[in-house]
């Protein structure tokens, strides 16, 4: 699948700070991707040398082909639709007026303007300033003026950061739209249990290396290559079920009652039935699967053991 988006052996510094370094991503057509990472791990900037904002020092970056920092960045960036961080709008201006501005700045017709707001369900505040509308009102807003002009890629920095969680649900719904309809978004976010079942890939930043990337299946087999095991035990008799534990199984973590495992994939039967042969002490088995948080923590663990 050729890519719509690329950052290819990419490296931004500003003066001594190395924002991304080396960084081979792809943004794939009519999939969602999360970018997700620390403060200051570099997720912005990847999204400014995207918008051909700032020109990497090492590396090319590539929309639809074409250098978006170059000559016809202008062209790259018509294929782009974009929801700052923190998206700022003049407060004396309603939304229909807005919504004509940005139309304008774009070189858009201003006739899906209304449909834009109505998607975002702001279409009954569009004749008033913004000044006052709610912080959720404004995101929406900014997600109306991200989608004029129909963009194919759409980058959201953060569009649910200060929302509370009814405005954050909405949030994703309109991207799971935005997918549904063929759109391809790239998701920059810190919330990363909200976004692990919206997008299609993650690419996990973390002081400007770029850990991992892929679905979240490649991210727990190169992560975790080991099953996860939930044993409850009874009558607090994890010290005799550890002690009896076949090699191979690691306990990774444990309370009064319960003990974490880890057993590699190939030995997952092999284990279940020794545990099942520990007897009654044995309560309650269950398998786990790491979520994205999960997931997200252990990179970083290794990486900081790496260093
Ligand atoms: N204009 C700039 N001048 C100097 N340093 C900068 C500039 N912009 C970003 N940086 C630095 O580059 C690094 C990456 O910043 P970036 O904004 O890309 O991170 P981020 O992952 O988006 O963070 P956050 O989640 O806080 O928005 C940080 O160390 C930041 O301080």
Not at 116 to 134: E, F, H, K, P, Q
Not at 141 to 166: H, K, M, N, V
Request: aromatic share 4%.
């Amino acid at each position: 699948m050729s890519a719509i988006a690329q950052w290819d052996g990419v490296t931004k510094r500003y003066g001594n700070v190395v924002a991304v370094r080396d960084v081979n991503l792809a943004l794939h057509p009519g999939e969602a991707t999360a970018l997700v990472g620390h403060n200051g791990a570099g997720k912005t900037t990847l999204i400014k040398l995207l918008l051909g904002l700032i020109r990497p020092e090492e590396g090319v970056v590539r929309v639809s082909g074409i250098d978006p920092a170059g000559a016809q960045g202008a062209e790259a960036r018509r294929a782009l639709g974009f929801l700052p961080e923190n998206v700022a709008f003049h407060g004396a201006m309603t939304g229909n007026e807005l919504m004509t501005f940005y139309a304008g700045l774009k070189g858009h017709s201003t006739k899906r303007n209304r449909e834009l707001l109505a998607l975002v369900g702001i279409a009954d505040a569009a004749g008033r300033r913004v000044s006052t509308y709610s912080k959720g009102m404004r995101q929406r807003l900014g997600i109306a003026q991200a989608l004029i002009g129909e963009p194919r890629l759409l980058l959201f920095d953060e569009p649910t950061s200060g929302l509370d969680p009814a405005s954050r649900i909405d949030v994703f719904n309109t991207i799971d739209m935005l997918r549904g309809s063929g759109a391809t978004v790239l998701v920059s976010t810190h919330a990363l249990a909200e976004v692990e079942n919206r997008v299609d890939r993650v690419a996990v930043m973390h002081r400007g290396n770029l850990l991992s990337a892929g679905t979240l299946e490649d991210l727990r087999q190169g992560v975790v290559p080991d099953v996860g095991l939930r044993v409850r035990v009874r009558n607090c008799e994890t010290e005799r079920l550890l002690a009896a534990l076949p090699p191979g199984i690691q306990c990774t973590d444990r309370t009064e009652d319960t003990l974490m495992l880890g057993v590699p994939a190939a030995d997952k039967m092999a284990a279940l039935r020794a545990l099942a042969s520990l007897g009654e002490s044995v309560e309650d088995i269950r398998t786990v699967t790491p979520g994205l948080e999960d997931l997200y923590r252990r990179l970083v663990q290794q990486e900081a053991s790496a260093a």
